[in-house]
Nanobody
């Protein structure tokens, strides 16, 4: 089985920074795209950022210039550096990863359980 475990959430004041981490473990042959999504109370889950195995990135317009996604392929870990945080960034942040468990098999998308980020003074 494969697990994704997030860490790094918490309470931060507006304008502050947080760094989220998410590590995949278990039966992993390779990982394609990894990403972060978020869900605020009463709203649908939305994509925040994603990064391919080759390092290409995409960001939601609302976080461009403030958030940076990166990954360490040797550690099966994806990061989200969040700067200049705003109250509207408050949400549960979920990581996801497209993982291939064996050579020649298809990828499956796995999700972490989420980590709370609260931006408030």
């Amino acid at each position: 089985q494969v697990q994704l475990v997030e860490s790094g959430g918490g309470l931060v004041q507006p304008g502050g920074s947080l760094r989220l981490s998410c590590t995949a473990s278990g039966k992993i042959f390779s990982i394609d795209t990894m990403g972060w999504s978020r869900q605020a109370p009463g709203k649908e889950r939305e994509l925040v950022a994603r990064i391919t195995s080759g390092g290409n990135t995409n960001y939601a317009d609302s976080v461009k210039g403030r958030f940076t996604i990166s990954r360490d392929n040797a550690k099966n870990t994806v990061y989200l550096q969040m700067n200049s945080l705003k109250p509207e960034d408050t949400a549960v942040y979920y990581c996801n990863a497209q993982i291939r468990s064996d050579l020649g098999t298809s990828t499956w998308t796995y999700w972490g359980r989420g980590t709370q980020v609260t931006v408030s003074s």
